[in-house]
Each structure stands twice: as structure tokens, then as C-alpha cells.
């Protein structure tokens, strides 16, 4: 896998305001004519350098606390492996040598990070947008991705495949390790399920992650470059979505936002929200428990 040029440490397309806790652009500015989804985005471009624990805890402690929609974008310091709440610890034990190995709370397959730029969309359930559809925000989401790289070059459109879905159990088949994918929802226990079932892609690589793309995956010249899986609780919707093998323009960041959003506000993550993610992710994310569950 070749390195990527990942989107630059700064929102560049945003304009500075008085403070540096907000910055904020109107999503008019000459860029694709994709409806938003959102009409107001808080955007975290998040560039510290973070365990693959805390990433996640940091994803969970935004749904817990978010009130408007928000974008979290981030990197990858080090090489780490994530895998689907559904995955088996056993298919990625002896690739812990080499990387860390984290259990997403979403659903999906195998995806390496290190070269990638990773994403985590959050809406709260008070949100208009929590009304539509899973598939539809998927959609929609991966919509603003293809014209943000359409606008900067890239031959970038959707997979329209539909994948070959189990929806006989609840329980994911032992041979899924696929790529982060739409069909894979994790869903808080408590909350009715507005899909019967889990659904899972069946196409099984072991050895080739993001290679099959799903319906609403993002390509580029007919290879998959980005994919995602969520999460649906009482509390909102967590979309947490990977971007490889392509190369981002310096102001990627700021595009990809102002293309899902009205209205974009930059902020930075503040002490209660690492405070609490800490607390997550050494009662989670970062135990042998949790890793090993399946």
C-alpha cells in the first residue's frame, strides 16, 4: 500500500475568527452543488497522536456528548489494525505483532490504518438527519466525499454493487472479514431495530482489505478507496469511515466538511471529552475483555 498525501494539520479553507476555538465557512464557496446533509458541522481535525484505544473512545464520548452533527478527522502515528464489534479475536491475533489491534464498537470487517485518513461522523438523535435512513446517511456521506475528490481531480464516484446479505441470523458468520461496510450495523441492545437483523457482506478475503466494494462505497478509477460502518443508539448515529490508497489535496479537510454542511464550526476536543474517552477506553476499548469478547 503506498503512502497517501493525507489532508493538511489545518482547515485551510476556513477563515479565522477572533479566537482560535472556532473557525467557520459557509458550504457555498465554489464547491460541488451535492445538497448538505447538515445544516450546522462541528469539525474536530484531530492531529494528535492517539492509541487506537483512545480513538475509539474519543468516537464513543462524542456521541455521548454531541448536540449538533459533528466530523472528526484523524490520523494514524503508528501502524494498528481495527476490526468489527462482530469480529473474531482469533482471525487478527497473530497480526498483533506487528500492529494494535483494537474492536471497533461499529460493525465491519478488518481495516489497517497508518497511511489512511479516518474519519467519524456523529449525529445526535435530536438532529433531523438521525431520521434518515442508515443506508441513506451512508449515501449520503460518501456522496460529499466523491465530490470533494471529484473537485480536486480524482475520477471519484460511488460502487452501485448491492452485496449478498445473511439476514437469517443475528449472529455474524465466522467468515466475514471484509472491509468496513455499510450492511455491518452494530446497534446498541436497547434500541428497536429498524433493519430486522444485522446484515453482513458474505464475500470473504482474508488477505485483501477494502478490496471488495459494497453499494455506496467511494472509487476511484474503479478501485475502493473509502468505506464505512455505524453505530445507532438511543443517544445518536457514530459513522466511522477509513480513506486509503488516493492521494488528498492539502485542503481536503476543510472541502470534504463544507461539502456535508451549511455551515462548518472548527473546534478542538476539550478536557471533558478526553477526560471521559480516557475513562472509556481503559474500561473498554483498551482491555483484554473487550478485545477478546468474540
Not at 176 to 184: G, N, Q, Y
Not at 230 to 258: H, K, M, N
Not at 275 to 288: D, F, L, P, V
Request: aromatic share 8%.
Amino acid at each position: 500500500m503506498s503512502s497517501p498525501a493525507v489532508a493538511g494539520r489545518h482547515l485551510l479553507l476556513y477563515k479565522q475568527t477572533k479566537t482560535n476555538s472556532e473557525r467557520f465557512l459557509p458550504a457555498t464557496a465554489g464547491f460541488g452543488m451535492t445538497k448538505s446533509i447538515f445544516t450546522v458541522l462541528e469539525v474536530y481535525d484531530d492531529d494528535a497522536s492517539r492509541s487506537a484505544s483512545m480513538n475509539m473512545a474519543i468516537d464513543e464520548a462524542l456521541l455521548e456528548s454531541a448536540t449538533v452533527p459533528l466530523l472528526r478527522l484523524y490520523r494514524w502515528g503508528h501502524a494498528a489494525l481495527s476490526f468489527g464489534y462482530f469480529g473474531k479475536f482469533a482471525d487478527v491475533e497473530a497480526r498483533g505483532k506487528e500492529r494494535e489491534l483494537v474492536r471497533r464498537w461499529t460493525g465491519g470487517g478488518i481495516v489497517l490504518h497508518g497511511d489512511d485518513l479516518t474519519y467519524s461522523v456523529v449525529i445526535p438523535a435530536g438532529d433531523l438527519a438521525f431520521a434518515y435512513s442508515t443506508m441513506s446517511i451512508y449515501e449520503k456521506v460518501h456522496e460529499a466525499l466523491r465530490e470533494t475528490l471529484g473537485a480536486t481531480g480524482q475520477h471519484a464516484e460511488l460502487a452501485s454493487v448491492a452485496a449478498v446479505y445473511d439476514r437469517r441470523s443475528n449472529v455474524i458468520p465466522s467468515e466475514v472479514e471484509e472491509s468496513l461496510t455499510i450492511p455491518d450495523i452494530a446497534r446498541d441492545v436497547s434500541t428497536p431495530l429498524d433493519m430486522t437483523r444485522a446484515l453482513t457482506e458474505r464475500r470473504y478475503n482474508q488477505n485483501a482489505c477494502f478490496a471488495n466494494p459494497v453499494r455506496a462505497d467511494v472509487l476511484v478509477n474503479g478501485q475502493k478507496v473509502a468505506g464505512a460502518a455505524q453505530r445507532r443508539t438511543r443517544a445518536g448515529l457514530l459513522q466511522q469511515g477509513s480513506i486509503q490508497r488516493v492521494d488528498l489535496a492539502e485542503d481536503f479537510a476543510g472541502r470534504f466538511a463544507a461539502q456535508l454542511a451549511s455551515t462548518c464550526h472548527y473546534r478542538q476536543l476539550n478536557g471533558a471529552v478526553i477526560e471521559h474517552a480516557n475513562q472509556i477506553a481503559a474500561q473498554k476499548y483498551g482491555s483484554e475483555m473487550w478485545l477478546r469478547r468474540r
